[in-house]
């Protein structure tokens, strides 16, 4: 069974950063595509950032400049570097893979992390 498990969240103020960890039970390079999404309260998730299995990096364009996705085949792990941080970046974040397939995809999600800034 595969698992994502999220870390790094928690309160900082306006301006800061904080860096999201997101580590898998398997090697990462068996998901086509791995990325972050968000949830506020009262919205629909959304994307953040993914990058795919040769490395294209998509961004939502709110956050371009300021959040970097990157990997770590060794640690089996996906981040998510979050700079000069808006309160309305706060929202629950989600680590996601998807592993393609002929006939359907295969969608994994993490348990999330909670963001929370402060103005």
């Known amino acids: 069974q595969v698992q994502l498990v999220e870390s790094g969240g928690g309160l900082v103020q306006a301006g800061e950063s904080l860096r999201l960890s997101c580590v898998a039970s398997e090697n990462i390079f068996s998901f086509d595509v791995m990325g972050w999404y968000r949830q506020a309260p009262g919205k629909q998730r959304e994307l953040v950032a993914t990058?795919?299995?040769?490395?294209?990096?998509n961004y939502q364009d709110s956050v371009k400049g300021r959040f970097t996705i990157s990997r770590s085949n060794a640690a089996k792990a996906v981040y998510l570097q979050m700079n000069s941080l808006k309160p309305e970046d706060t929202a629950v974040y989600y680590c996601?893979?998807?592993?393609?397939?002929?006939?359907?995809?295969?969608?994994?999600w993490g348990q999330g992390t909670q963001v929370t800034v402060s103005s």
């Open positions: 996601n893979g998807i592993r393609l397939a002929q006939f359907r995809n295969y969608d994994y």
């Open positions: 990058i795919t299995y040769s490395g294209n990096i």
